[in-house]
């Protein structure tokens, strides 16, 4: 059964410093990775999805890595901002389903 | 991109009660959708795989006849919560999307049930 985790669960950081969301896996057999943003009470935004064939991809400030073989994911936040805090889930696809991290919490303090 | 239209946004309804959660994919015709269930401080998880016209696929654990999942057309599947109670208070969220595309997500559903 596939495990997914993401760490740390929550992190706190000024504005301006650049950061890394980690997020691992325990079953390397997935179609893809992506990483999420979730607004509290909202909705998924996905930021950033990475084909098991490539090793990573990259959307304006962020920048997502996938090592497929030790089950690694990092998602790289460049020059936080507060409009960047909430909580970021990565999910890998198995078949047609995601299986979710439980989500780093995220602040960015002004 | 695809947008998936997911309404009510928020419900409150009392126990013993039945509520109904629509998915939408508004512009693109979706072969699967996906319905997760998110408990405060814990990660989406997948309730069932709802694939049109034909029955979900729950997964382990799932009541299948207390979360009825109807897919009827391409572009629609809806969630009925049957005799809702208190513990099923969750924030439920839907998906859709293309045999292994990139999936699309609703805006999700705040239901309390007191």
Redesign the interface.
Known sequence: KQE?TQIPAALSVPEGENLVLNCSFTDSAI?NL?W?RQDP??????LL?IQSSQREQTSGRLNASLDKSSGRSTLYIAASQPGDSATY?C?V?QG????????TSLLVTP | GAVVS?HPSRVICKSGTSVKIECRSLDFQAT?M?W?RQFP??????MA?SNEGSKATYEQGVEKDKFLINHASLTLSTLTVTSAHPEDSS?Y?C?A?V??E???????T?LSVL
Do not use: C, P, R
């Not at chain 2, 990139?102 to 999700?108: D, E, P, Q, V």
């Open positions: 997914v179609y992506q999420f009470g909202k909705g998924l935004t996905s999805l889930l999910a696809t047609n389903a995601l299986n979710f991290g439980k989500g | 997911q699967t996906f997760y401080k814990q990660s989406l998880m997948l795989t924030f969220i998906s999307g045999a292994n990139k999936l699309f997500f609703g805006s999700g705040q």
